[in-house]
């Protein structure tokens, strides 16, 4: 999943995107409010953590002006402002949720996840593909009942295509929102962490679960219907 942390005070930030990449998120940082909108209309973000107190515009006209546009993608507001009003001026802008500074970065976590779950019509924290099963809150995956073990960005691609199966996913569309901007749309990493799961994954399994299909993509499917074209 990919988010948006538009968060002025560098050493905020840092943290903040650090500690979220830990968690397998990919995270892209925006400095002020006009970078934000900017970036936000260029990219497919699945949730936008958003500080009020920015420059050049503040968070409540970002959150506005992103919602008068159309966009619906879930926003996380940030702020050291405590006072209802701006609780409610927040919440009346557009924003889905608000968390006050200073917090506990394992509320943060929970309150992404259930920003991210709300999103996605309430995905279930389980996700099973025949003897696949992928925990999305521990991160822990068993295939037929034991146990894999995957890096962050290899469980990250793993999740994304779980929550799509059956879908043929496009290189195009993991690469917006598994990877963050820096990614190079000319290299093969997407291709070596396929190859990097299916031999986690399938490898030595009757059942084959990760399809290529040539020209299109890939798509996490249960059974071996048919092979890869």
């Keep these: 999943m990919r988010i948006l942390l538009v968060e002025d005070e560098p050493n905020a930030a840092r943290m903040l995107a650090k500690g979220l990449r830990e968690q397998t998120y990919a995270v892209d940082v925006a400095g002020n409010g006009e970078e934000a909108v900017y970036q936000a209309s260029v990219s497919d973000y699945d949730l936008i953590i958003l500080d009020v107190m920015l420059p050049l515009k503040n968070g409540f006209e970002v959150c506005r002006e992103l919602r008068d546009e159309g966009s619906t993608v879930p926003i996380l507001m940030l702020t050291a402002r405590d006072a209802v009003q701006d609780r409610i001026t927040g919440l009346d802008t557009g924003a889905d949720d608000y968390l ?15 920003l991210l779950r709300r999103g996605r019509a309430l995905s279930p924290e389980t996700i099973e593909i025949a003897d696949l099963k992928i925990e999305t809150r521990s991160h822990e995956i068993r295939r037929g009942g034991k146990l894999v073990d995957l890096t962050a960005k290899e469980y990250a691609l793993l999740e994304y295509l779980a929550r799509r199966t059956g879908e043929v996913v496009s290189r195009a569309e993991i690469a917006e929102h598994v990877w963050d901007g820096s990614f190079d749309p000319f290299s093969n990493l997407i291709e070596v962490y396929i190859q990097r799961l299916r031999r986690k994954i399938d490898e030595g399994r009757e059942t084959k679960l990760i399809r290529t299909l040539r020209g299109e993509g890939y798509r996490l499917s249960a059974g071996n219907e048919e092979p890869d074209v």
Excluded: I, N, Q, S
Excluded at 101 to 114: I, N, Q, S, T
């Design 100 to 114: 006050t500074k200073p917090f506990d970065f394992h509320e943060l976590l929970a309150r992404v996840r259930a």
